[in-house]
């Protein structure tokens, strides 16, 4: 009996002593490169890049950048050590979102930047401000819409991918590496009646991403417009009025709603604003 107690004070000692090491083991999880996930394989996105895309999107410490697909988490944490941004980065694998949520404890910005594991089709980032990723150019597609359909102005920053007829607002390059940056453009397709002041007219907008044309109804003309701009919520375009004086407009679009400033040729400006009709 005294030999079976002894046996069973050893195995117990030996689990006790082995929890630790158990434990250590899960905590020194390291990821492989070219190790597969849901849809991709992880490849990490080289320092230099990291930095490149997040000074592409002029992150600040009011932004809010979301990672999809963080893998060890690097650009999440760039993000909040670097730059002061408020960061979260998604990643599918849980061993992986451990992983990179440990590197953040280790880089000291915990607190403000978070790696969590999720599905980004399934997850809620409408609140970025700025969206980074290095996906496949099918995942980047199978996106595309939903983030075409968040706040005007936000930065969609990715590595090596683009979204094919969705041009870039900027393309860098790095030692053979590709880096694209998006603003996401406010919807400005349709009629607007803009009001100078007292003087009104008919603008007429088209739409193709952020590339946009149209015109302006000056009684029986349509005048073409020229240097037609949309940046994320800020528009642009001038046109040549019935006198011959070129006007050019700058401002904001908010919803149905936008206003801004003019001036003319011939020294005229003012503030301008048109609603939707």
Avoid: C
Wanted: aromatic share 8%; hydrophobic share 45%; no cysteine.
């Amino acid at each position: 009996m005294s030999h079976l107690i002894r046996l069973a004070a050893a195995f117990a000692a030996a689990t006790l002593l082995g929890a630790p090491a158990v434990a250590q083991q899960k905590d020194s999880y390291e990821p492989q490169v070219g190790q597969a996930g849901k849809d991709v394989i992880w490849v990490p996105t080289p320092d230099e890049v990291v930095d490149r895309m997040l000074r592409m999107a002029q992150v600040t410490p009011s932004d809010y950048v979301v990672d999809l697909g963080a893998g060890d988490g690097k650009i999440a944490i760039a993000a909040a050590r670097k730059f002061g941004a408020r960061a979260l980065g998604i990643e599918y694998n849980p061993d992986m979102a451990k992983h990179a949520q440990r590197n953040a404890e280790k880089a000291g910005v915990a607190g403000r930047a978070k790696i969590v594991q999720g599905d980004i089709f399934a997850s809620d980032f409408s609140q970025a401000t700025v969206v980074t990723m290095y996906l496949l150019p099918a995942l980047n597609l199978k996106l595309r819409p939903q983030l075409l359909s968040m706040r005007p102005g936000t930065r969609v920053v990715s590595h090596s991918f683009n979204m094919e007829d969705w041009d870039p607002d900027e393309t860098s390059n790095m030692d053979g590496r590709r880096a694209y940056l998006w603003i996401v453009p406010a919807s400005v397709t349709g009629g607007w009646t803009i009001d100078l002041g007292g003087e009104r007219a008919e603008l007429m907008l088209e739409q193709r991403y952020q590339k946009i044309s149209g015109y302006v109804s000056l009684g029986a003309v349509q005048a073409g417009l020229r240097e037609a701009s949309l940046r994320g919520f800020v528009i642009g375009f001038s046109y040549i009025d019935n006198a011959g004086v070129r006007r050019d407009f700058s401002g904001r679009v908010a919803g149905n709603r936008m206003e801004g400033s003019f001036r003319s040729d011939a020294g005229a400006e003012g503030r301008w604003s048109a609603v939707k009709k």
